[in-house]
C-alpha cells in the first residue's frame, strides 16, 4: 500500500531532527525532489557532511533550497518558531533521544513531546491570522515507533510478555514514555482539521540501508519481537514522509492515523 512521490507543486518542509539518521534522508529527499527545506539542527556543518556522506556534494547541489537554524528546537522563542513554521507546508519531527546516558535519562526528558506542543502551538498561531477562504491545513508528521500503541485503541491486544516489556520501557527508559505522550498529544489534535492535519509514522525495528519498497499497516500486523525478520530501512520511512507530502491521495488515505511501516518482504 505505497504510492510513489508525485510532485505537483513547490512545497516548503520545516524539518527538526534533521540531523538524526532518519531525518537526514527526510532532508536529502526532499532536496532532489526540488523541493524547499527548512532545516533546525544544533550545527549546519554536521548536517551538511551527513547530506554528502549519503549523496556525494548534495549540500551544494542542492543549496538554493535548503535553508539551516542552527539551534536546539527547545531554544528557539514562540516568534523564532512562528517565523520557521510560517508558509509551509508541511513539518515533520524526526527528533530522538541520543542513545547515551545522558540522551537517555538526562534533560530534556519530554524532548519529542515539548516540541511537538510548541510546534503544533505554533502552527495554529499562524494560522489564526490567515484568512480562512485562503487557508489550507499544515501537514504534521510525526515519527514513533511500533512500540507506541494508538491512543485510539485500534491496535491489537499485546500479549502478557509484550505488555510487561512495554511497562517496563514506560517506566525505566523515558524517551519510550517521552515518545507515548508525543503520539498521545498529536493524536488529539483533531478539533481544528482546517488548521492542522497530522500522521504519526510507526516503523519497526530501524536498520540502515537504501530506498527500497515499504509498506503501511493500520495498526502492528505481529510481534513486537519481530525476530529481526521484520525491518524498516531509514531511508524507507524518509521516503513515505516525502511520499506523504507530495500526493495528496497517499495524505488523504493515512492522515489522523497511526500507520505502522514495514520494508516491503520479498
Known sequence: SQSSSTMTTATTTLVVGATGATGTHVVLQLLQQKQHVRAI?????????????????????????????????????????????????ACVSCLGHNLTFQGVFGKPRRLVTDTVKRMCHAIETNQSREQEETKTPVKFILM????????????????????IVLFLLRYL???????????????????????????????????????????????????????????????NVAKSMVDMILTKSLWDEWKFKMPVLHDELN
Open 41 to 89: 539542527a544544533r550545527s549546519k556543518q554536521r548536517l551538511l557532511d551527513a547530506l554528502n556522506e549519503i549523496s556525494p556534494n548534495a549540500s551544494q547541489e542542492y543549496a538554493d533550497f535548503l535553508e539551516v537554524t542552527e539551534a536546539a528546537v527547545l531554544d528557539l522563542s514562540e516568534e523564532e518558531l512562528e517565523n520557521l513554521c510560517s508558509g509551509c507546508d
Open 144 to 163: 514513533g515507533s511500533d512500540g507506541v500503541a494508538n491512543p485510539n485503541g485500534s491496535d491489537d491486544k499485546r500479549t502478557i510478555g509484550e505488555r
Open 173 to 235: 527508559i523515558p524517551p519510550h514514555r517521552d515518545n507515548e505522550t508525543a503520539a498521545a498529544y498529536i493524536s488529539g489534535k483533531t478539533d481544528n482539521p482546517q488548521n492542522l492535519e497530522w500522521t504519526v509514522i510507526r516503523p519497526t525495528d530501524l536498520i540502515d540501508g537504501t530506498v527500497t519498497k515499504y509498506e503501511l499497516f493500520p495498526k502492528p500486523p505481529g510481534s513486537l519481537f519481530g525476530g529481526g525478520k521484520v525491518v524498516a530501512t531509514r531511508a
